[in-house]
């Protein structure tokens, strides 16, 4: 029977049999490629991917997100200065927090970078500018001293403020410091912008 297939074998059936099963072969390989569906969540490990296998040109904007990022994957050796700012950040990813501590005179001791400005437009009256709209956001302020060793005792200063925002400019945090006796009165303060 051997001898019968070798006697009807040709150059030409050899060569269609191989190009034959070589489409086969290729068909077959090409119908095993593994798809995301294939993947089980969590399946695809770090030591997976080669070097530089994703890079930012294939991730979509705005689809890395907090939830996305391992604890301390971003801090701040990885930022440089003035490179990450609050726009940066999709709304509900972070809470950011602006602060401002301003000295009783209005200026500026410091804060978050990119206070705007520190006006004082009466004695006890600051209008505090940041970066961005904080119309939606909620403040709190509180007399304070500027630094440690400021006042010759440490005492913070007797008094109270008051917050809320500036009409015509939703950037600025109004601040009104009194004395005790509810007078205003120029005073440092600490002010916090939670949105």
């Known amino acids: 029977?051997?001898?019968?297939?070798?006697?009807?074998?040709?150059?030409?059936?050899?060569?269609?049999?191989?190009a034959l099963f070589a489409a086969l072969g290729g068909t077959a390989a090409a119908s095993h490629?593994?798809?995301?569906?294939?993947?089980?969540?969590?399946?695809?490990?770090?030591?997976?991917?080669?070097?530089?296998?994703?890079?930012?040109?294939?991730?979509?904007n705005n689809n890395v997100r907090n939830i996305d990022l391992g604890t301390n994957a971003v801090?701040?050796?990885?930022?440089?200065?003035?490179?990450?700012?609050?726009?940066?950040?999709?709304?509900g990813e972070v809470s950011p927090r602006l602060y401002a501590v301003v000295n009783a005179n209005g200026t500026l001791a410091r804060?978050?970078?990119?206070?705007?400005?520190v006006a004082s437009t009466a004695p006890g009256l600051y209008n505090v500018t940041f970066p961005r709209d904080v119309s939606g956001c909620?403040?709190?302020?509180?007399?304070?001293l500027v630094a440690q060793g400021s006042d010759a005792n440490d005492n913070p200063p007797a008094g109270?403020?008051?917050v809320g925002g500036l009409a015509g400019n939703p950037a600025a945090v109004r601040v009104r410091t009194r004395d005790s006796?509810?007078?205003g009165a120029?005073?440092?303060?600490?002010?916090?912008?939670?949105?």
């Open 1 to 18: 029977m051997l001898g019968s297939i070798r006697r009807r074998l040709s150059f030409a059936n050899v060569i269609s049999l191989v």
């Open 33 to 60: 490629l593994i798809g995301s569906s294939e993947i089980e969540n969590g399946g695809v490990r770090n030591a997976d991917l080669g070097s530089n296998a994703v890079s930012s040109s294939k991730i979509l």
């Open 75 to 91: 801090n701040g050796a990885k930022v440089a200065d003035g490179t990450l700012t609050l726009a940066d950040f999709l709304p």
């Open 111 to 117: 804060g978050t970078p990119g206070v705007t400005s």
């Open 138 to 144: 909620a403040y709190t302020a509180t007399l304070a």
């Open 160 to 162: 109270e403020a008051g």
């Open 181 to 183: 006796d509810g007078k």
């Open 186 to 195: 120029t005073k440092p303060f600490h002010l916090i912008v939670i949105c």
